[in-house]
């Protein structure tokens, strides 16, 4: 089978609004199994939703499978909030209009905003009071790892970040 219908939650869901992402199974059974979702039609909270999956379903699933809807991690990107809403990917090359396609880097050397001073050789974590910009990691997990400091920058400078977003 190729397709599988879910029963939404509280949130309705666009067409197409997970195309492209993916359908990840969570409670057995199929409890491990990730699907990469085509398409699937708009549906309103609550309801029933069909998926159609690029692959073939590998384990039969039963109404006892829970079933987590993950959108493109590249669709509908915006700049990374002091408040997470998903992992960061990118940085911008150059300032992206709203609605407009852009280039992101996820690898090399990049220029990011500081948000407090960052010293060389720090790894640097997503600010939580910036949008947009990095800081020192004070504790390990606490915010998302997006690299390391190869120059020093004072707080809302810039400065030269060894990306490790690898996508």
């Known amino acids: 089978a190729t397709s599988l219908t879910v029963t939404l939650g509280a949130t309705a869901a666009t067409a197409n609004q997970y195309a492209e992402g993916y359908a990840v199974i969570t409670v057995t059974p199929g409890q491990g199994y990730m699907y990469l979702i085509s398409s699937h039609p708009a549906a309103a909270s609550s309801a029933s939703l069909v998926l159609t999956l ?19 991690p590249y669709s509908a990107v915006i700049v990374n909030p002091t408040t997470l809403t998903s992992a960061p990917i990118g940085v911008a090359v150059n300032d992206i209009a ?20 960052n010293a060389v050789g720090s790894n640097l974590v997503a600010s939580n009071g910036v949008a947009g910009a990095v800081e020192d990691a004070a504790a390990p997990g606490a915010q998302p790892l997006v690299g390391t400091a190869i120059t020093g920058a004072a707080d809302t400078e810039y400065g030269a970040v060894l990306l490790n977003l690898n996508s």
């Open 98 to 117: 709203a609605s407009s396609y852009g280039f992101m880097q996820f690898g090399g050397v990049a220029s990011i905003l500081a948000d407090g001073a």
């Open 54 to 72: 690029s692959d073939p379903i590998e384990v039969a699933l039963t109404t006892s499978s829970r079933v987590d809807l993950v959108m493109n």
